[in-house]
């Protein structure tokens, strides 16, 4: 699960997904209104190529001894200045539209088109379901004969039907106020009834 923020400040023109809908990998989530920071982009290329046309001049000048070195230093760090301006603009562009980290489903938006988002702004949580993960709590005694790979039943509440499972991973410690640790399993067929956030049982 993830949630995913603004970069940039601006007003938001689409969000095409609602909660519960299926999105794709690369899918396009949130665009954001794009002409100011397109502009600023365009302006800091011209002024790089400005700047790069003055350093090559400065070059020239200096074969015939016309200029001194230290010009030429100046409009060189003048030159990678004007660049990397560009590639900030270009970041900023880039965060216009937000796409899709992985496959999944929205399980919340928290702003509306053409609401105004700035930087670090919450705008929708994420949850990849393609792989649900079982979470257990199991006595820490369970290691004498618990082990990777071990298969279970886990019956869903919600559901009310077992289902097969594996274990997947094994905790890195052992809670030593309770004496439990915590297990990962996971189905060996993802069904389609569950949900993340059920709850159930498993059984060794």
């Known amino acids: 699960q993830a949630v995913l923020f603004s970069q940039i400040q601006g007003r938001i023109t689409r969000m095409p997904f609602r909660e519960g809908a299926r999105f794709k990998k690369g899918s396009s989530l949130v665009q954001i209104d794009c002409d100011k920071y397109r502009a600023e982009l365009a302006a800091a290329r011209a002024e790089h190529e400005a700047k790069e046309k003055a ?14 070195q230290l010009d030429v230093e100046i409009s060189a760090a003048e ?18 539209e937000i796409t899709a980290p992985f496959s999944g489903r929205i399980v919340e938006v928290l702003v509306h088109e053409y609401e105004n988002v700035f930087p670090n ?13 079982i979470e257990l709590v199991l006595p820490s005694n369970s290691l004498s004969w618990l082990a990777k790979g ?15 499972a594996v274990v ?15 297990i990962t399993g996971r189905f060996e067929k993802l069904p389609a009834e569950v949900l993340a956030g059920m709850s159930g049982t498993a059984s060794f």
């Open 79 to 96: 030159t990678k200045k004007a660049s990397a301006a560009i590639k900030v603009m270009e970041i900023n562009v880039r965060g216009c």
């Open 168 to 182: 997947k991973e094994l905790g890195a410690n052992v809670d030593p106020a309770s004496q439990t640790i915590k």
């Open 55 to 68: 350093h090559r001049n400065n070059l020239q000048l200096a074969v015939l001894q016309a200029v001194g």
């Open 150 to 164: 071990q298969p279970f039943m886990f019956s869903v509440d919600e559901t009310g039907r077992p289902y097969s």
């Open 121 to 133: 702004d919450k705008l929708l949580s994420l949850l990849d379901d393609t792989s649900l993960e």
